[in-house]
Every structure is written in structure tokens, then in C-alpha cells.
């Protein structure tokens, strides 16, 4: 059964730095298409950082590129989002989704509909 669990997000001032973690089992995050979505409020959930093959490429939203870093260790079994530089803008809910590369790759890397399992969301607020 696949299951993610994310942790990590707080109440953060600007310019503060976070590392979100997704604890995953069912599946082995090195082989699947592993991503970082998130969703602010009034607003439809957006992927910022995603696993693009299983080469390791990753993929970021031009807003994070150069502040959010993507990683997994995969004796953890488990996927990371280093948030550094936060904003205000990135205050949303994030979650970690995962599906089959050939399933990514195939309906978009990043697009949320590409993603067939998800976690329960962490806040992230940024605010002073």
C-alpha cells in the first residue's frame, strides 16, 4: 500500500529556511516519479519541484528556481524539499505525490493530474 507522509512545515519569518521531509512506503522513491506541489488558498495546487527521471533530473518552478532544492535518500526511503529565501508567496499547504515515471513523463512531470498518490499536506506559513 502506498503511502507518503510529509512534516516539516512551521511558521517561518521571511528570508527563513525550511526542509520539508515525505516519508514513503509501498514503493521505492528512486524508482518512481517523485514531486513537490503546493496550494495556497483561493489558489489550484501548482508542482514547484519534481523528479523528472530516474536518472535524478529534477524540474523546478521558475518562482523557486535558485531557493528550493529536491532530493530523496533512498536508504531513508524518503524525498526532501530544502525551502530556502522564503517568501511570503510560499506560504501554502505542500504535498509530496508520487506515480510511475512512464505515467509522469507520459501526462506532464510537475502537472498534479500526473500524480496517482498523495500525501496529507504540511502548512507552511511565511509571514513576520
Known amino acids: 500500500q502506498v503511502r507518503l507522509v510529509e512534516s516539516g512545515g512551521e511558521l517561518v519569518q521571511p528570508g527563513g529556511s525550511l526542509r520539508l521531509s515525505c516519508a514513503a512506503s509501498g514503493f521505492t522513491v528512486a524508482h518512481y516519479a517523485i514531486g513537490w506541489f503546493r496550494q495556497a488558498p483561493g489558489k489550484e495546487r501548482e508542482g514547484v519541484s519534481c523528479?523528472?527521471?530516474?536518472?535524478?533530473?529534477?524540474y523546478y518552478l521558475d518562482s523557486v528556481k535558485g531557493r528550493f532544492t529536491i532530493s530523496r535518500d533512498n536508504v531513508k526511503n524518503t524525498a526532501y524539499l530544502q525551502i530556502n529565501d522564503l517568501k511570503p508567496e510560499d506560504t501554502a499547504v505542500y504535498y509530496c505525490?508520487?506515480?510511475?515515471?512512464?505515467?509522469?513523463?507520459?501526462?506532464?512531470?510537475?502537472?498534479?493530474?500526473?500524480?496517482?498518490?498523495w500525501g496529507q499536506g504540511t502548512q507552511v506559513t511565511v509571514s513576520s
Open positions: 505525490a508520487t506515480a510511475d515515471f512512464l505515467t509522469a513523463q507520459t501526462k506532464g512531470i510537475c502537472r498534479p493530474g500526473a500524480y496517482d498518490y
Open positions: 523528479f523528472s527521471s530516474r536518472d535524478g533530473s529534477t
